[in-house]
DNA sequence: TCCATAATATGGACGGCGTACAGAAAGATG
DNA sequence: CATCTTTCTGTACGCCGTCCATATTATGGA
């Protein structure tokens, strides 16, 4: 696949693998995980659609390995550094998953898309489990506690995603607020009274102030 | 939409609204959430495709009013019955909305394909404010921390569909397990010291029991 | 009773999708 | 220069969401 090896024979190829992924992800960014389409790759590449299949054999096999390529580009950072604090670790390395998968929103998608059993997906459950250790849990322990970190990095930038229409740029995080706070305040009192109480609080769901508030709440869980 | 007055003349509709949906959560069960076509949704209730849009004028539509229409069946249940202790109640509404998740795999896609603000999810997050604030968390914090476990409990579903070929149906969690196990005691352990060291613990992930593990966790830090 | 009206149904079409198959192109090897 | 191997292209199939024009079938008024 990624071997430099073989190949010595054969009209050689028009493009390369990464170049297909970059496509991909190209049409991820532009219009979101339903844009993302073996034609508009193969055109943005210059090749014929069918061309596509001598690089991967199905469509679900590129967005596989987008993932994969995906994921790679997030681990090996800073929270690999063990002199740092553990809890310093996790939480940069959730804030960079966040921001990437972020800059890359319609990304999530292909993610929950299919299992993440990847090598790189391993890669990333390890150093959770590595800095968890660190602070203190039993192996065991920690690998039940690196799932419920995953689970909720995932499932937060999920539910931030699904708020965004991913064909239009993204608006900046006060403008959503803004945005949302106005909804919250056409709601009915009567019918959501604790919703509309805490409008204010609700409006900010999606904001990196909350994203790590509820971080520090489920390590301070986690760890005792 | 809903209302029961109006059309006084025209000709009279082939089904209902209610039929069309049905119709959908039956491919969605089917065949998961690709599966799912305005053109058979139309065969299965006896109409042309473009009938349909009679009913709701997109394909977009027709998944929005169905996942309203799925939290409503979940909410109003056990966990409004505040005489029972709090994290009783918690517990009961994560365990309730897991099972019909689980029940439906391929409606997760579907939540987390577009915001969720119907009223069925302004009440389902408005029970767990309620919930929260017996606990004892001022409003604020409740509405915080009832965000964390929408985060948690959709995250683990997300991931855990996500390991599922939608078109099958679905191994019991012992085999589940049992194959994850099995693919784990493949991984070389000096790449992955802890996944292997911990195989046993991770191939558990997607139990009930870890699940349930996660939340107390969850909701001890969420309290303290 | 008959007709205008209004709501809903259908037939057919368009452009786009993933992808399978047959054959043409292009470099390496003898 | 002929052959072999790999890749690329042309073409086609079946499916998709959706639009347009038209037919169907009820009601309300003359």
């Known amino acids: 696949m990624t071997t430099p090896t073989g190949r010595r024979t054969g ?3 028009a493009v390369t693998e990464q170049a297909i992924l970059d496509a991909a992800l190209w049409q991820l960014d532009a219009g979101g995980a339903a844009a993302v389409s073996i ?16 690089y991967y054999p ?7 390995a987008l993932v994969e390529r995906f994921l790679g580009d997030v681990n090996h950072d800073r929270f690999v550094d063990r002199e740092q604090p553990w809890r310093q670790r996790l939480e940069a390395l959730a804030l960079e998953l966040r921001a990437h998968l972020v800059a890359h929103r319609g990304a999530v998608q292909l993610l929950l898309g299919g299992p993440m059993d990847g090598p790189n997906a391993l890669t990333l459950r390890e150093s959770l489990s590595e800095a968890l250790a660190d602070g ?7 690998a039940r506690a690196s799932y419920v970190l995953l689970v909720y990095i995932f499932g937060a930038i ?41 409008a204010g609080t609700i409006s900010k769901d999606f904001t990196t102030e909350q994203f790590l508030w509820g971080l520090t709440r489920i390590l301070n869980g986690l760890q005792a």
Chains 1, 2 share one sequence.
């Open 136 to 142: 203190g849990l039993a192996p065991d322990d920690a």
């Open 158 to 198: 999920a539910l931030e995603v699904a708020e965004l229409d991913q064909r239009r740029i993204p608006p900046t995080e006060h403008d959503r607020v803004s945005t949302r706070r106005a909804v919250l305040d056409t709601l009915p009192a009567e019918a959501y009274p604790r919703t509309t109480e805490t």
């Open 39 to 54: 034609r508009g790759i193969a055109a943005q590449v210059g090749i014929a659609p069918n061309a596509v299949y001598t």
């Open 11 to 13: 009209r050689p190829r």
């Open 58 to 64: 199905s469509k679900a096999a590129v967005l596989r």
